[in-house]
């Protein structure tokens, strides 16, 4: 069965899952409604069994009011059981929910028509239509079916009804009264039924809306924090880049620079001694002509190799200054500790036997090292120390480089 053609759907998702949502909500009143109708029906049955016990009036159709009191309640319970498992249609499928679809119309076609029937057997007693207009405005507002689905249990109990009436009413006004009475009552009941079906849709329709900007917003979110993880991660590369010389994987002369403005916000004191080292490999220019940059690239990289080896307590700090020139910050290390690191890293550096044929000097890879220490009480005192420094590695490469010369407040060793 299709659903009413004036309902438009984005997907057959989004109809299969406003079906699911009918279909549960039609279970969940039903079985409300069939509870009542239980407790109603026994009610009846023992007024029913009551009266026929104390003959209040013969004319009163006890025998056959019982079975159809029964009847309800058998068929209400039957209902109950059936459903009792059918509270996640989720995962149903769409071929199943049809069928079960069916066998719900059923039940209903069978409340309205039982209350022709029994609006017939009233027209002896009573002349009325009121059990069949109770159930029929019931099942048309409680209910949530489309046009088709609808028509069925309609068809059915209102033929029953037009075609029993003359059967049992006697009278030619009451049943003209009766057959005007319906077609309007009938009209009432479906445009209930259809204002009711309608705002459900709506509102079903609401729902997914905001679930879907929900789900958008969400995703939306989700993407946000991608990106905004992607760009943090790309800013902390960036900076890192900027920080870190990327061919030694050393430091670089910026982030020396915030090392030292760093450190005097948190480990600088009054009495607080720095020794520089600032080495230069010999004759570097020489062997870039001769073995190429790449090679050159190598050497670079074995040089800040050693000095990373070298590199003592935790606030030591070792950065690329350009080129083939490198910069060792200790602290607390006096002048003699100083001079014998720069000699270890000097010697550690020879005896890798890189060959160096340019070099005028040997025919290996060295360097010569220029070091100072000097009491630090101000910021400009670290420019000082690196200036005595780069003075006494001038000095060493004057004294026949590969050695190591020292410079403390213009007094050489």
């Not at 056959?64 to 059936?82: K, P, Q, R, S, V």
């Not at 159930?135 to 088709?148: A, E, H, K, P």
């Not at 729902?207 to 989700?222: D, F």
């Not at 000095?395 to 010369?405: D, L």
Request: hydrophobic content about 45%.
């Amino acid at each position: 069965m299709k659903t009413d053609s004036f309902l438009k759907y984005k997907s057959l998702s989004e109809r299969d899952n406003f079906e699911r949502s009918i279909f549960s909500n039609n279970i969940h009143r039903g079985r409300i409604l069939a509870t009542i109708l239980i407790g109603f029906g026994l009610i009846l049955t023992v007024t029913d069994l009551s009266a026929l016990v104390t003959r209040i009036d013969n004319r009163f159709q006890y025998k056959n009011y019982l079975i159809m009191y029964l009847g309800m309640i058998l068929i209400n319970i039957i209902f109950l059981m059936a459903t009792r498992k059918l509270k996640n249609l989720k995962n149903i499928s769409i071929r199943r929910l049809r069928k079960l679809e069916i066998g719900l119309i059923i039940y209903i076609t069978f409340l309205m028509s039982w209350g022709s029937i029994v609006s017939l057997m009233d027209q002896k007693l009573y002349g009325q239509l009121m059990v069949f207009m109770i159930n029929m405005i019931t099942c048309s507002v409680l209910y949530l079916l489309d046009n088709r689905k609808i028509l069925i249990p309609y068809t059915v109990s209102v033929l029953l009804l037009i075609i029993g009436l003359p059967f049992f009413q006697n009278s030619q006004d009451i049943l003209i009264g009766h057959y005007i009475n319906l077609v309007v009552f009938i009209l009432i009941s479906w445009l209930a039924s259809r204002i009711v079906y309608l705002n459900f849709y709506n509102d079903f329709k609401s729902k997914a809306l905001l679930e879907g900007s929900k789900n958008l917003l969400k995703k939306e979110i989700e993407q946000n924090i991608i990106i905004n993880n992607k760009l943090t991660a790309a800013n902390l590369q960036l900076k890192k880049l900027a920080l870190v010389d990327e061919l030694t994987g050393l430091p670089n002369r910026r982030s020396f620079r915030k090392y030292i403005e760093s450190a005097f916000e948190n480990i600088f004191t009054e009495s607080s001694i720095l020794s520089f080292m600032m080495v230069d490999i010999d004759y570097f220019k020489q062997f870039n002509d001769t073995y190429g940059h790449n090679e050159g690239d190598k050497i670079i990289k074995a040089v800040a190799d050693q000095l990373k080896s070298i590199v003592g307590q935790t606030m030591d700090f070792a950065a690329r200054w350009g080129g083939e020139e490198f910069i060792y910050l200790a602290f607390d290390m006096d002048a003699e500790n100083i001079k014998k690191a720069a000699e270890l890293l000097r010697r550690k550096i020879y005896e890798l036997k890189i060959p160096h044929e340019s070099s005028r000097i040997h025919n290996y890879i060295s360097v010569s090292i220029g070091v100072s220490t000097i009491k630090v009480k101000r910021e400009s005192d670290v420019s000082r120390g690196i200036e005595l420094a780069d003075k006494a590695l001038y000095f060493a490469k004057e004294s026949g480089r590969n050695c190591v010369r020292m410079l403390n407040n213009e007094k050489w060793s």
